[in-house]
């Protein structure tokens, strides 16, 4: 069994085992009573990495001995190995030649969080989002059968990828494509779990040799013969295999369900995927792990330790109350409402925590939903119960809104229904990438009829709008950062905002910045420094379009500033308004730029954006300097 450790590492722990490993291969040359040792010095060396860097931390702990068995037993990168979510890939990357580069993980120009193809020829297939992991596998798997190679393809799926639909869409095509394919089931927290012990590892052993599936396939052909025998034959495996492993519903799909077998018996791992490894055909192996397995304080909380922060020394106690976060803003705001109002009801897809619904899943269960990863089955769950006269509130991230579009747009906006989006994390993320992003909520909403759109410059509007959107009969969007705001006073009142109207916060000359969300503080500092005036429009739609032809009459030019894409944002939207109706003022459009912004600390990423009050100004400065002089007049002497 592996080793337990109690605290993590803060000096690099001795390991010597990893050390020697600069690639798979060298992996695939251990005596395999090696790989326990590897497993822990494996383990070790990722408790302290994390520690100095942060990131995601319990499911790569939970995947130390699979992750060595894979590429123990596959010829990786040759044969593909495929991660899902990319929460358990960490373990991945050092066995795969960036042990030493681990330092820089999630850090500006250093390792991306996730498995990335740009990285390594060992990330196959890039993620971030969940449950892709079984449908790129089955595309890879195909494309080689088509090529006439004999490569192996392996898809991981787990930490919950496998309750969304898509996953479930490829299992069904994968049994018509008849593709030579294996998918793990990282089975780390769900209700298809069973005890695991011999008789589970022996039956996994047993399933998965060619001994047994040449007697199946030798039964098959000679029963084929007997329809009536082999009807009853077929039953009979059925239920046995029905009641001794859940593997009833995947073998129904065309799958051969291997398992489930205990994740962190590496010897029994190994033995059964180089059965498995000869086998044809779709094949499944459920393997049950435990996140956070070999850490006991993650052991003990596997959803505390799903992530870690850097390591740093105590910081001096803190003088004054420290600031909310936005997601603890919405998360108070839904339980202050939900107690004046029975029709609202809480949806989120997996993201309790995340988006702060901890408090109102206790107060009120009832009301409270947590669809699992099923995006799209939130947004539309949400419609059938505005349907009927409920007001539901979906918490969701703005880089999770994109996979379920087509449900905003077909079942919510097109009935114009009663639903409120929630949208978390709209912006940059930080050191989690351009894959948890969200750079396009305002170009991909504000196209919609009937969508009402709020970005708020701080905390207390966050709150306004929040009532705002939730009081307004039709669909409404409030988006907001990650992270703290400026420190702005909440009032716990529950007030709204008149829809489609922005304030003047500052006024000054020439230049007017009409800021569209939380860059507000950035575009106050930038117009001290040009004596600019500022406007915190508040709506992107509707537009306050009073406000706009009253700052274009008396500026010689406007700045649209937002944290999402320059492409079709709410600077577009301006354009496009100033150009239907003949204004010619000048327009300066600044917001993230059309590329994927890589990974670093926010405020390096806003920098390098030019939204930061430096960039901000600069830009002005540089619009500025093209502008013509304003016409005099002729010379009467010319």
């Keep these: 069994m592996p080793s337990t450790f109690h605290e993590i590492p803060h000096q690099r722990p001795s390991t ?3 050390d020697s490993l600069d690639d798979t291969a060298q992996l695939r040359e251990l005596d395999e009573s090696r790989l326990p040792e590897l497993a822990d010095e494996l383990r070790l060396f990722l408790l302290w990495s994390v520690g100095q860097t942060g990131g995601h931390f319990g499911a790569g702990l939970g995947v130390i001995e699979l992750t060595i068995a894979l590429h123990y037993v596959y010829a990786t990168p040759e044969d593909r190995l495929v991660w899902d979510v990319g929460h358990q890939a960490y373990p991945h990357k050092i066995l795969t030649g960036r042990r030493e580069q681990m330092a820089s993980l999630r850090q500006k120009d250093g390792l991306a969080a996730f498995p990335r193809r740009v990285e390594s020829p060992y990330d196959t297939f890039g993620v971030g989002h969940s449950s892709t992991s079984i449908s790129a596998a089955l595309g890879m798997a195909i494309a080689a059968n088509l090529q006439g190679l004999d490569r192996r393809t392996v898809a991981v799926i787990g930490d919950g990828a496998l309750t969304a639909g898509m996953a479930f869409e490829a299992l069904n095509h994968a049994s018509d494509a008849q593709a030579n394919m294996l998918v793990v089931l990282n089975d780390n927290d769900m209700s298809i779990s069973r005890n695991v012990g011999g008789l589970s590892n022996y039956l ?35 239920h046995a295999k029905g009641m001794l492993v859940p593997g009833t519903l995947f073998e129904e799909l065309g799958w051969n369900y291997i398992g489930p077998i205990n994740g962190h018996d590496l010897p029994a791992l190994v033995k059964t995927l180089k059965n498995m490894r000869e086998l044809k055909g779709p094949q499944f192996l459920h393997v049950v792990t435990q996140k956070g397995k070999g850490f006991s304080p993650a052991e003990a909380d596997p959803i505390g330790y799903h992530a870690i922060t850097k390591l740093e020394p105590k910081p001096a106690a803190p003088t004054g109350a420290s600031k909310p976060k936005f997601s603890n803003i919405f998360g108070q705001w839904l339980c202050d409402m939900a107690a004046q109002d029975a029709r609202l009801i809480g949806i989120t897809p997996a993201m309790k925590e995340g988006s702060d619904l901890i408090a109102f899943a206790e107060q009120y269960p009832n009301r409270y939903f947590d669809v699992a990863i099923a995006e799209q089955h939130a947004v539309t769950l949400a419609a059938g119960m505005a349907c009927e006269g409920a007001k539901p509130v979906v918490a969701i991230y703005s880089t999770f809104l994109q996979r379920a579009y087509d449900q905003v747009v077909h079942d919510v906006a097109v009935q114009n229904l009663d639903v409120l989006f929630a949208i978390d994390r709209a912006g940059l993320v930080g050191e989690d990438g351009p894959t948890h992003a969200g750079s396009f909520d305002l170009s991909f909403l504000r196209c919609l009829p009937n969508m009402v759109i709020m970005a708020p410059a701080d905390e207390n509007e966050t709150r306004q709008m929040l009532s705002t959107g939730f009081l307004h009969n039709g669909p409404a969007a409030v988006r907001y950062p990650r992270g703290t705001g400026p420190g702005t006073p909440i009032d716990p009142a529950l007030d709204t905002l008149p829809i489609g109207r922005g304030v003047v916060t500052r006024a000054g000359q020439d230049v007017a910045i009409l800021c569209f969300g939380t860059l507000h503080q950035q575009a106050l500092k930038a117009a001290e420094a040009l004596n600019a005036s500022v406007a915190n429009m508040r709506f992107v739609k509707p537009l306050d379009i009073a406000l706009i032809a009253e700052l274009s009459a008396t500026h010689k030019l406007l700045v649209t500033l937002e944290e999402n894409t320059v492409m079709g944002g709410a600077g577009s939207a301006v ?3 100033l150009l239907a109706e003949g204004i010619a003022t000048p327009v300066l459009n600044l917001g993230l ?6 990974h670093a600390k ?8 030019g939204l930061d009050a430096a960039g901000i100004e600069a830009a002005i400065r540089q619009r500025l300097s093209t502008l013509p002089e304003p016409d005099q007049g002729l010379d009467p002497t010319d």
């Design 602 to 609: 926010p405020a390096q990423m806003l920098a390098e954006c």
């Design 593 to 598: 730029p059309d590329v994927f912004v890589e």
């Design 204 to 238: 996994a052993k047993i399933l998965s040799s060619r001994t047994y599936s040449h007697m199946r396939e030798g039964s098959k052909k000679v029963l084929s013969k007997l329809p009536q025998a082999w009807e009853l034959a077929r039953k009979t495996e059925e």
């Design 575 to 577: 354009n496009e308004w």
């Design 16 to 18: 010597p085992l990893l």
